[in-house]
């Protein structure tokens, strides 16, 4: 089985090595994508032991274009080099490696094109923020099952994992900067199999969210215009 | 009150007609949404609308007034918005073109 691990990274630098060492070992025979969307200092991964190098791509991209680029080029990258499954996973540590396999089941098994990482501890009340952006998960999630009968509870998570069908798809398509939600509106709207696999996602390891006040409420209105255009059937050309 | 939510609704489809022609960006169509959200709310306060007034140095502070510049002002910056969306669009193209190129180079044993 072919697997691409696609890890996307903005000044991730610290978390990074140990992820991919770990990622290397647990999964040998997998590649693993780092984009560096424009890190400044760029990234470094000190590739040292002989088996990582050859399994480990890193790419720099000079200014930082946002997760929707860094996504299509990874779909590329995976539909070109003839893999059979993606996992996308941040470079923070909050994603737990360990539930990797949960993800590929279903896959392996040919009973999903798609299984989403549905975080269960997502939604905080911990800080005004915090509140603003379970208030944003949980109005998308209504609107999700709304618009599209989703079960998807979580729709903003960036631990998921697709095959070749549901890359294809996706691949054509112009991905916004946070395109969790696009994403999953193209594959409801394309009848492509989802499922989720519930995971406990981890406390960051590494940094903090960059996700300010405006980002969050300028999120909220993307995903909410976004689902407009599907409900409307004003599909993205 | 029913002009303004008619007048919202027909900049909200006109929005989404954009987006949905990939004229304009989405993160530029939440902006402009926003920036319209909040000169709607700004017509319910007529203190503000004052100060905006002043601000812009008109003798006759007025909603009219204020509405048109404000009007024209958000003309120009869809415009000049679905300029800038056009720009990142073709920007992002070929910086994804360029990347799969040079994944191709350094992978070339995978690819």
């Known amino acids: 089985m072919k697997i691409l691990f696609f890890v996307p990274s903005f000044n991730d630098q610290a978390g990074l090595p140990e992820l991919v060492s770990e990622l290397v070992a647990s999964y040998p025979e997998a590649t693993i994508l780092v984009i560096d969307d424009g890190s400044e200092p760029a990234i470094f991964l000190p590739l040292h032991r002989t088996f990582e190098a050859p399994h480990v791509v890193l790419l720099r991209l000079a200014n930082n274009e946002g997760l929707g680029l860094a996504t299509s080029i990874a779909l590329d990258y995976f539909l070109d080099g003839g893999f059979e499954f993606l996992v996308r996973l941040d470079a923070d540590g909050q994603h737990p490696q360990h539930e990797i396999e949960g993800l590929l089941l279903a896959l392996r098994q040919e009973e999903a094109d798609v299984v989403w990482g549905e975080r269960l501890n997502n939604l905080k009340a911990g800080s005004p923020k915090a509140v603003m952006g379970s208030v944003t998960k949980t109005f998308t999630a209504w609107l999700g099952r709304a618009i599209f009968r989703s079960t998807v509870k979580d729709w903003f998570t960036g631990f998921f994992a697709l095959n070749k069908t549901a890359a294809s798809i996706v691949a054509g398509a112009y991905l916004e900067r946070y395109c969790e939600v696009q994403l999953l509106c193209i594959f409801h709207n394309t009848n492509v199999r989802i499922k989720t696999h519930q995971v406990q996602q981890l406390d960051r390891k590494f940094g903090k969210t960059r996700i300010r006040w405006l980002d969050g409420v300028m999120i909220m209105l993307r995903s909410t215009l976004m689902m407009f255009l599907y409900a409307l059937r004003m599909y993205p050309k | ?111």
Not at chain 2, 49 to 61: D, Q, S
């Open chain 2, 1 to 111: 009150m029913i002009f303004k939510i008619l007048f919202f609704m027909i900049f909200f489809w006109v929005l989404l007609r954009l987006v949905q022609q990939q004229l304009l960006g989405m993160d530029l169509a939440s902006f402009t949404i926003l920036l319209i959200l909040c000169v709607l709310a700004l017509s319910f306060s007529p203190y503000w609308v004052e100060r905006i007034a002043a601000f812009l140095e008109f003798g006759t502070p007025s909603m009219a007034i204020v509405a048109l510049v404000v009007a024209g002002l958000m003309t120009i910056s869809v415009i000049l918005s679905v300029m800038v969306s056009d720009l990142k669009r073709k920007h992002a193209n070929l910086t994804r073109q360029l990347a799969r190129l040079e994944l191709k180079v350094k992978t070339p044993n995978l690819i």
